[in-house]
């Protein structure tokens, strides 16, 4: 059985205490995604307790032994306190003011995606996310989880003959016990922060995904989030097992109706990676932010991590749009030798949004290399930080990391932070840091003008153009919807 | 206070006890706006405690050796003449001012100003100058959560004061020294710097620290300078200090509108080394160059903060820290540059260079870049690594051996702080001395 | 096509252009020459619209319209071109992607239908020749890594896919050698027709050895001090413009 690795090589400490400040609640936006379905909700009782982490296990049929998990995750979590030191400030938030459960109805097992409720199904089709396999030619395929229970995957039947197994983590629990008991909380324990703690006490389901033995995975798998019951936090739990030899690019969207008050959406993704294997991981975030003057959205509050082994290789990409707070910093325990990973992000903020996010690189195995490409781009009166570390370990010889973190300023009202921490214990390391600030020039956007494009276009092609290195990651239609998302997000920032 | 642990509890009462024992001697000043700074500082220091590894500032630096040293408060010493040689600059014998464990020396000092111009111990100056150091003394250093700044206030009594008046300019580099020398136990002492340029006038400043034996202490310096507009500052530090002892170093300065402030930081020495710099400027068109080189062996720890803050517009700040980390030692660099909102125009560079010689050596680096202002062109750039293969290779392929080829590529690597340093005699002294420690 | 009156601009309480005036007639090619400082390139920048300078005084007509009321990119849409002196690199931004934005929002605004990818691509590799360059251009981001020549010929090229009515070309020649000066020009000729019009700011003759203007200006201090045609153009290069800011001009032209 993996075994995480010592507390010590990966403690989750960042930077420093905040202050806090009440963000008013008033309402009003133009959040594209901002509808709700009106769908009779399963509800657990509002607040936090250990009845409700057993009614949350009872509800899902879980076994004993992930009771138990639950159960100490949340012992745990009762022992810890908030993270204070992202550069975020928001009110005091109410753990027991929320609902921890909240699936749509009816629960029964479905024997086809015809069977999938038609209203659900719009929601989706509204999102662009088509869970009927009408789109066969896209080739992605996708697992739709809303209020953190997967409602419909696609594909299944395709990836079955492959070994692949993809789908609801619930059901996973219930299909592969075995498979989820081995990997849950081995790359993220329950003891890891406030926030994985209380994801894993209250986790309601997720996605699952194993790619057996030499197996590259035909199609892109897609992982769907959306936030839809009012009140609700979501605790999605994302579990990846690439076994030896084997190869899977996985995206994840998200999307959460406009609401005045402020969600919380605290999940966990945990890619457990094998020797020979390669992961590619790519999220387009686009959580409610909230309005104009800084009301509503979510708060997007989420450990990623993924675990190396020799020659191994996973890569991160992420376009981070929405969420009125984001703290986040997907990372890789680079243990095995040779094992290689990569971290490419745009964090887009405009309004009142805040982001503190960036990533994490520990360099354990030799030959391990990393490579961090961030891109901030700040605008209205939001706040946006990178905050990024590099360590590696006293046996990591020759390790390489190479970090390039810029900020772009559009208007005067924003702020840009880079906090970058490298901690080197070998000699034989090369690590480089490289971080600018900078501002959209007047002479490019003239020089755009002179040429018949308008203003709202010439930025949005600096911007894009800015963030080239990280969209040429992305799969081909997540680079398409991020560009878009850029454009949505900076409307109006200018002028 | 902060600081929930028992034992430095012990240790922090400790100090407070000797406070008490001075200001039983200071009966005569026991109602002077300056001891009231004292007190309150204490009263700071018991609150605050020492900092430990779970405060961001020291997330890096473990004070704990420090904190199991039993110390007495420095009391006034002598030295011979003869003692000083060694720590003499060329050119500059006649121009200095020497400090024994804390103390002004009066005797062993010796420089001739222009009229006008204050250079004194604080001690004494108080007597005679008191507005003038009321005024300053304290102002713009916070003390608040500083828990070394406050233990230095709460202690000082003696240090460097200097005044140069509006459109004085001091053409002589002013040496001081800073000697060290271990009577019998290990002794705490807070020396505090007050260094004011008038509009126009023009300063530049060797500080030393040596020491005469190889002994624990414990030196806890405070330094505030006020570099006036049009004025210039040239600060050059050179840390020398027992490889068993403690220094503390805090600098707060202030730089005026046209003002400049080059200050260049060299250490050596230390069982614990922790350099506060901050810079602030307060009016436009302000410079501020920052340089810094350090050496670690053994198992020095060494750890440098800086903070830049440009609160207003047109102002540049350029930094850079270049390190060799030996043996055990670790090294700690946090710099921190905040652009405040309306700072446009701002221009900020900064670059940390670390080279790890050895297998267990440490580096830990913060560059941080805050910035609320969106018209600015900022920077900053971190390197960690061993020697370039290919530069090695390169010298030894015209036939240059391995070790000297390294030697001359450190010491290529340090020039690039020396060659910045103005003073001739200052800057050969230092590339003799790192020549001697690379044995190149 | 373009009729200046009077223009006088200020650039933070300076006053640079101080009461321009000229006509410029479909199909004319007009030089403006002058020392450094003289105004030429502020000139060339108030027409296309730069906002850092102010007018004080006068007015500026484009095809019956008046042009300063129009902001930087509807002036482009109605076929002011300005060719930088200082091209700036944009990072990320292809030339094409770049290029069909501008045409497309261009041929919008004259009510023609977008290019689609294919229609493009074919017109814009014919116009690729004009300059002399590669396709890899194509694909390169806008002036990144381009060498000084070849921002210039890059500059033209976009005049070539644009076609503008007017193209104001501001100092395109300096830091030319003589091979990519002859590409340049060579490429503006063949741009040349009877509708098309051409401002030209330079500071050396050699260009209009080969790009043969109907018309050169002098201007010095803001003002248009001296008009003539092709030859007033060589009398500088003989004379320098000392001569004729001394008033010995009048006389030998």
């Known amino acids: 059985m993996p075994k995480p690795p010592a507390k010590n090589d990966y403690d989750d400490k960042f930077g420093s205490a905040e202050e806090q400040q009440t963000v008013e609640n008033l309402t009003k936006s133009e959040y594209k995604w901002g509808f709700t379905t009106d769908i009779e909700t399963d509800m657990a009782p509002k607040g936090l307790n250990e009845n409700i982490v057993r009614f949350i296990s009872a509800k899902k049929e879980e076994p004993e032994w992930l009771l138990q998990w639950r159960l100490k995750a949340f012992r745990h979590w009762q022992k810890m306190v908030e993270p204070k030191w992202p550069n975020v400030k928001y009110p005091p938030i109410d753990f027991q003011n929320a609902y921890y459960y909240a699936a749509p109805k009816p629960q029964k097992q479905l024997e086809s995606l015809d069977e999938v409720d038609p209203k659900l199904r719009e929601t989706f089709d509204k999102l662009g996310i088509s869970i009927m396999e009408q789109k066969r030619l896209s080739n992605v395929a996708v697992d739709a989880v809303m209020d953190s229970v997967s409602v419909a995957t696609t594909f299944q039947g395709e990836l079955k003959k492959h070994g692949i197994i993809f789908g609801a983590f619930s059901e996973a629990v219930k299909n592969h016990p075995e498979l989820v008991r081995k990997y849950l909380g081995s790359v993220v324990p329950y003891t890891d922060n406030f926030y994985a703690a209380l994801n894993s006490a209250v986790f309601s389901d997720g996605s699952f995904c194993y790619i057996p033995k030499g197996v590259r995975c035909p199609m892109e798998l897609s992982t769907y989030f959306r936030i839809n019951a009012a009140n609700t936090g979501q605790f999605e739990r994302t579990l990846i097992v690439a076994d030896e030899g084997a190869n899977v690019s996985y995206l994840e969207g998200c999307t959460a109706p406009m609401r005045d008050e402020n969600q919380l959406h605290a999940a966990v993704v945990e890619i457990y990676v094998h ?8 999220t387009v975030q686009n959580w409610y932010p ?8 979510v708060y997007n509050f989420v450990t990623k991590r993924a675990i190396t082994h020799e020659n191994a290789k996973v890569s991160w990409t992420q376009v981070e749009t929405g969420s009125a707070i984001t703290w986040k910093y997907p990372s890789v325990i680079l243990k095995g030798d040779n094992s290689i990973g990569e971290f490419y992000s745009v964090a887009l903020t405009n309004n009142y949004q805040q982001a503190d996010t960036g990533t994490k690189m520990m360099h354990l195995g030799k030959n391990t290399r990393s490579t961090i490409i961030s891109k901030g781009i700040s605008a209205g009166k939001s706040q946006n930080s990178y905050r990024g570390l590099v360590r590696v370990g006293k046996n990591a010889e020759n390790a390489r990391n190479f970090s390039q973190c810029d900020s772009l300023l559009i208007g005067d009202q924003c702020g840009a932070h880079t906090f970058p921490y490298l901690e080197i214990k070998n000699p034989t390391a090369q690590v480089e840091h490289e971080a600018t600030t900078s501002k959209i020039g007047d002479d490019q956007i003239f020089y755009l003008l002179q040429r018949g494009i308008s203003e709202e276009d010439a930025i949005n092609m600096i911007v894009n153009g800015y963030c080239k290195e990280v969209f040429r990651e992305l799969p081909m239609e997540f680079a398409v919807e991020a ?11 200018v002028g | 206070m902060k600081n929930d642990s028992p034992k430095d509890r012990a240790v ?4 407070i006890r000797d406070f008490q024992n001075l200001e039983a001697q200071l009966n005569g000043q026991s109602s002077t706006p300056f001891h009231e700074k004292r007190v309150r500082a204490i009263t700071t220091f018991a609150e605050l405690g020492f900092p430990n590894m779970r405060q961001e500032k020291w997330k890096y630096t473990s004070i704990a050796p420090l904190l199991k040293e039993k110390f007495q408060l420095a009391s006034a010493h002598k030295i011979t003449e003869k003692a000083l040689q060694p720590f003499l600059i060329n050119g500059l014998e006649e121009n200095r001012v020497v400090f024994v464990n804390g103390y002004f020396d009066k005797a062993l000092s010796k420089y001739d100003m222009p009229p006008g111009v204050l250079i004194a111990g604080l001690d004494e100056a108080y007597h005679s100058h008191a507005a003038l150091i009321d005024e300053h003394l304290g102002k713009y250093l916070q003390i608040d959560e500083q828990p070394f700044a406050a ?27 800073f000697i060290s020398d271990v009577d019998e136990r290990p002794f705490h002492s807070h020396p505090r710097n007050l260094i004011i340029l008038e509009q126009g006038s023009q300063l530049s400043l060797v500080e030393s620290h040596h020491t005469l034996s190889p002994d624990v202490y ?8 006020i570099v006036g507009p049009n004025a210039k500052l040239d600060h050059i530090k050179i840390q020398d200090e027992s490889k068993a002892a403690y220094h503390f170093a805090a600098t707060q300065a202030k730089v005026a509108r046209d003002a400049v402030f080059n200050s260049t930081g060299i250490d050596l020495g230390g069982a614990i080394l922790r350099n506060d710099i901050n810079i602030e400027f307060t009016g436009e068109n302000a410079e501020a160059q920052l340089l810094g080189f350090y050496y670690a062996t053994g198992t020095q720890l060494m750890d440098n903060h800086t903070f830049i803050d440009h609160a207003v517009p047109h102002c540049n700040s350029n930094e850079l820290f270049k390190g060799f980390l030996d043996d055990k030692s670790h090294g700690v660099f946090n710099g921190a540059v905040l652009v405040r909102p309306d700072a446009q125009k701002t221009n900020a560079f900064q670059q940390n260079q670390a080279i790890l010689i050895s297998k267990n050596a440490t580096i830990d680096a913060k560059p941080e870049l805050e910035i609320f202002a969106d018209d600015v062109l900022c920077s900053h750039g971190a390197t960690i690594g061993e020697l370039q293969d290919d530069h090695l290779f390169y010298l030894r392929s015209r036939g240059i051996g391995e070790e000297m080829a390294k030697a001359m590529l450190h010491i290529a690597f340090a020039n690039d702080i020396f060659e910045r340093i103005k003073i001739d005699a200052v800057r050969e002294k230092l590339e003799a001395e790192i020549i001697a420690r690379f044995g190149g | 096509m373009i009729s200046i009156k009077n223009l006088h601009t200020s650039v933070e309480e300076t006053e640079i252009l101080k009461g321009i005036d000229l006509e410029v007639k479909p199909g004319e090619v007009h030089a403006i020459m002058g020392p450094n400082g003289s105004g030429k390139s502020t000139l060339a920048n108030v027409l296309a619209g730069r906002e850092e300078y102010e007018v004080t005084a006068g007015s500026v007509e484009f095809n019956g319209r008046n042009l300063l009321e129009m ?18 690199e944009i990072p990320g931004v292809s030339n094409a992607n770049f290029l069909k934005a501008a045409l497309n929002a261009i041929r919008q605004h004259r009510g023609e239908e977008a290019f689609d990818a294919m229609d493009f691509l074919t017109m814009v590799k014919e116009r690729l020749q004009l300059v002399e360059m590669d396709q890899k251009f194509l694909q390169r981001a806008v002036n990144v890594g381009f060498s000084g020549g070849e921002k210039k010929r890059n500059e033209i090229f976009q005049m070539a896919v644009l076609e503008p009515q007017l193209g104001i070309l501001d100092e395109t020649d300096s830091g030319l050698d003589i091979d990519a000066l002859k590409i340049v020009a060579n490429g503006v000729n063949k741009l040349r027709n009877p509708q098309r019009s051409f401002i030209i700011v330079t500071h050396y003759q050699r260009l209009l050895d080969y790009i043969v203007p109907d018309f050169v200006h002098v201007l010095a201090d803001g003002r248009i001090i001296k008009s003539g045609g092709k030859e007033l153009a060589l009398y500088l290069e003989k004379n320098g413009y000392d001569d004729l800011l001394n008033g010995n001009g009048k006389a030998a032209v």
């Open chain 1, 483 to 493: 560009q878009k998302l850029l454009a949505v997000s900076l409307e109006g920032s």
């Open chain 2, 12 to 15: 922090c009462d400790a100090f």
């Open chain 2, 218 to 225: 414990f030196n806890n310096f405070v330094t505030e300078i």
């Open chain 2, 151 to 177: 233990l230095n206030t709460a202690f000082a009594r003696d240090g460097i004061l200097i005044h140069i008046p509006q459109n004085t300019v001091i053409e002589k580099p002013l040496h001081l020294l």
């Open chain 1, 275 to 282: 020797k020979e294997a390669q992961v590619k991981y790519s």
């Open chain 3, 71 to 88: 902001p930087a990119e509807e002036r482009a849409r109605e076929g002011l071109f300005l060719a930088f002196q200082y091209p700036v």
């Open chain 1, 290 to 297: 909230g309005d104009e003057n800084g009301v509503g959205g």
